[in-house]
C-alpha cells in the first residue's frame, strides 16, 4: 500500500512542524477531512492555547479548534509516529534583510532527530531557490543518520494563505506541489488534493516551485511601489491618488493595485530572498530592490505628512497629541509582525510627538513584546488622527465617530487606506489627506 494510501485510510499519521498562521490551519483541514494529524510547535504556551480550544490566530475560529481531532503537542518526539511531514515555519530576515533561516534550520534540526525511514517530508516555508536541497536535507541526513533519497523523500510546496483573508482558503487556492524525484511528486500531489479543492500545479522540480513563491510577492511589492511613487508625485500636483487609479481603473487591463504600507512576513520579506540569492550569483537586482526601497519608506513618508498636516492646521508639532487608529500588518488579522505601522511611530518620535495607539484586532502581548508599545481604548481630544490600518471595526465608523476622537480647532485626518470619502470631510473643514 502506498503512504498516500495510508495516509488516506488512517493506517499512518501526518505531522505539521510549525502551528502558526499557516500551519495550525493545515492541520486542521487535514483532521477535517479524517486525516491523523500530529501538530507539533516547540511553543509549550501556544500549545496549551490551542487545547484550551482557543484560535489566536483567528484564522479557522475556536468552535474549530476546540473540536478539532488534531492532537496538539511540543513533545517533538511524537514526529517519530508519523510518515509525512510538512514543515510550516517563517523565514524573516535580518535587520540587513539578508534572509534568516534560523527557524527552518531549526525546524530541520528537531524533524531530523525523530525522522523515521519511509517517511517523506515536505517544506512549505517560503525561501530562496535552493535551500531545501541546499540547506535542509543535509541538516535531515546529520540528525537522523538516514539518506535522502534512499531513507527518506523531500518535496516543496509553498504557503499561500492569506492570514484574515476568509474567501481565499488554503482550500480554493490551487496548491502548487513538488517532489525529489516522480514517485514523491505523485506522493506530495495526491496528499495535498484530499485538502485542496481547487487542485494542485505539479512543478517540475523543486526548485521551481520555490522560485515561483519567492517572484508571487516579489510581483505584488513591485506593483505597489508603483503605485506608492505614484502618490508620492501626485501628492506634489495636488491631484488625488485615489480618483487618479478609479479613473484608470476603467480599462479592462488596468492592475487593480492600492499605494499602501507593505509589512507582514511575506510580501515585505520574501523578495530579499530573492535578490540575496541573485547577489550570491553576481547580479545586483535593480527593480526590485528599488521597489523594495519605496515601499520600507512610507511610514516615513506618512508621519512627514502629518507633520505637515499639523503646521497647516496652526498646531504645535512638538508634543502634539496624535492617534494611530490600527497596528497590525494588514487588516482584520491580528498578527503585528514586521507591521509598518511602526515606522510611523518612530517617525514621530523624531518629531517630539508620542502618539496614542488602539486596535481592537492586534494580538497586543506581541505588540508589546516585538514592539514596546501598548494600546489604549481612550482616544479623545486629539490634534490629528491616522486611520491606519482598514479593520472593519474602523470602516463602518461614521462622521460622528471621527469627531469624537478630536479636541479644539481644525481636525487633522490621515486615512492611509483611503476608505473615507474625501469631499464629505473637507467639506465640514477637515484636513483630509491620503496616500
Given amino acids: 500500500?502506498?503512504?498516500?494510501?495510508?495516509?488516506?485510510?488512517?493506517?499512518?499519521?501526518?505531522?505539521?512542524?510549525?502551528?502558526?498562521?499557516?500551519?495550525?490551519?493545515?492541520?486542521?483541514?487535514?483532521?477535517?477531512?479524517?486525516?491523523?494529524?500530529?501538530?507539533?510547535?516547540?511553543?509549550?504556551?501556544?500549545?496549551?492555547?490551542?487545547?484550551?480550544?482557543?484560535?489566536?490566530?483567528?484564522?479557522?475560529?475556536?468552535?474549530?479548534?476546540?473540536?478539532?481531532?488534531?492532537?496538539?503537542?511540543?513533545?517533538?518526539?511524537?514526529?517519530?509516529?508519523?510518515?509525512?511531514h510538512i514543515v510550516a515555519v517563517p523565514t524573516p530576515v535580518n535587520d540587513d534583510h539578508t534572509p534568516d533561516l534560523t527557524p527552518?534550520?531549526?525546524?530541520?534540526?528537531?524533524?531530523?532527530?525523530?525522522?523515521?525511514?519511509?517517511?517523506?517530508?515536505?517544506?512549505?516555508?517560503?525561501?530562496?531557490?535552493?535551500?531545501?536541497?541546499?540547506?535542509?536535507?543535509?541538516?535531515?541526513?546529520?540528525?537522523?543518520?538516514?539518506?535522502?533519497?534512499?531513507?527518506?523523500k523531500i518535496g516543496y510546496s509553498p504557503e499561500r494563505i492569506n492570514p484574515g483573508d476568509k474567501v481565499h482558503r488554503l482550500n480554493t487556492i490551487k496548491k502548487i506541489v513538488?517532489?525529489?524525484?516522480?514517485?514523491?511528486?505523485?506522493?506530495?500531489?495526491?496528499?495535498?488534493?484530499?485538502?485542496?479543492?481547487?487542485?494542485?500545479?505539479?512543478?517540475?522540480?523543486?526548485?521551481?516551485?520555490?522560485?515561483?513563491?519567492?517572484?508571487?510577492?516579489?510581483?505584488?511589492?513591485?506593483?505597489?511601489?508603483?503605485?506608492?511613487?505614484l502618490s508620492i508625485i501626485f501628492n506634489k500636483m495636488g491631484i488625488d491618488t485615489k480618483s487618479v487609479l478609479e479613473a484608470a481603473g476603467t480599462k479592462w487591463n488596468f492592475l487593480n493595485f492600492r499605494p499602501g504600507l507593505v509589512g507582514g512576513h511575506c510580501i515585505g520579506i520574501d523578495p530579499y530572498y530573492l535578490t540575496y540569492k541573485a547577489e550570491m550569483l553576481g547580479y545586483h537586482s535593480q527593480i526590485i530592490l528599488s521597489g523594495r526601497r519605496i515601499n520600507d519608506d512610507m511610514g516615513k513618508y506618512i508621519a512627514e505628512n502629518v507633520v505637515k498636516n499639523l503646521i497647516k492646521a496652526e498646531k504645535t508639532?512638538?508634543?502634539?497629541?496624535?492617534?494611530?487608529?490600527?497596528?497590525?500588518?494588514?487588516?482584520?488579522?491580528?498578527?503585528?509582525?514586521?507591521?509598518?505601522?511602526?515606522?510611523?511611530?518612530?517617525?514621530?518620535?523624531?518629531?517630539?510627538?508620542?502618539?496614542?495607539?488602539?486596535?481592537?484586532?492586534?494580538?497586543?502581548?506581541?505588540?508589546?513584546?516585538l514592539y514596546g508599545v501598548e494600546f489604549t481604548n481612550e482616544i479623545k481630544d486629539m490634534d490629528a488622527v491616522i486611520l491606519a490600518v482598514a479593520h472593519k471595526e474602523f470602516s463602518s465608523y461614521k462622521m460622528s465617530d471621527i469627531d469624537q476622537l478630536f479636541g479644539e480647532g481644525q481636525k487633522v485626518l490621515v486615512d492611509v487606506k483611503?476608505?473615507?470619502?474625501?469631499?464629505?470631510?473637507?467639506?465640514?473643514?477637515?484636513?483630509?489627506?491620503?496616500?
Avoid at 505531522?15 to 499557516?22: C, I, N, R, S, T
Avoid at 473615507?420 to 467639506?427: A, P, Q, S, T
Wanted: with cysteine.
Fill in 1 to 84: 500500500m502506498s503512504l498516500f494510501e495510508e495516509i488516506k485510510n488512517g493506517n499512518e499519521s501526518l505531522a505539521l512542524v510549525g502551528l502558526g498562521y499557516v500551519g495550525m490551519p493545515i492541520a486542521v483541514e487535514f483532521a477535517k477531512r479524517g486525516v491523523k494529524v500530529i501538530g507539533y510547535d516547540l511553543n509549550a504556551a501556544k500549545i496549551e492555547i490551542y487545547k484550551s480550544g482557543v484560535d489566536p490566530t483567528h484564522e479557522v475560529g475556536d468552535e474549530v479548534i476546540k473540536n478539532t481531532t488534531v492532537q496538539f503537542t511540543s513533545d517533538e518526539s511524537k514526529l517519530k509516529e508519523a510518515k509525512f
Fill in 104 to 152: 527552518v534550520e531549526g525546524a530541520s534540526t528537531i524533524l531530523g532527530r525523530n525522522l523515521t525511514k519511509g517517511s517523506v517530508v515536505v517544506f512549505e516555508s517560503t525561501v530562496y531557490p535552493g535551500v531545501t536541497e541546499d540547506v535542509c536535507v543535509p541538516i535531515l541526513e546529520r540528525e537522523s543518520g538516514l539518506k535522502c533519497g534512499v531513507d527518506f
Fill in 178 to 229: 513538488s517532489g525529489m524525484d516522480d514517485e514523491t511528486l505523485d506522493t506530495v500531489a495526491k496528499i495535498y488534493e484530499i485538502v485542496v479543492d481547487a487542485g494542485v500545479h505539479r512543478a517540475s522540480s523543486i526548485k521551481v516551485a520555490e522560485a515561483a513563491k519567492v517572484i508571487e510577492n516579489s510581483q505584488r511589492d513591485i506593483n505597489i511601489a508603483f503605485m506608492n511613487e
Fill in 317 to 369: 508639532v512638538k508634543g502634539a497629541k496624535v492617534a494611530i487608529l490600527g497596528f497590525t500588518f494588514k487588516e482584520n488579522c491580528p498578527d503585528t509582525r514586521n507591521s509598518k505601522v511602526f515606522d510611523i511611530v518612530k517617525e514621530l518620535r523624531e518629531y517630539g510627538i508620542e502618539p496614542v495607539i488602539t486596535d481592537p484586532v492586534a494580538d497586543a502581548d506581541e505588540a508589546k513584546h
Fill in 418 to 435: 483611503g476608505i473615507l470619502d474625501r469631499k464629505e470631510y473637507e467639506d465640514v473643514g477637515y484636513s483630509y489627506w491620503r496616500l
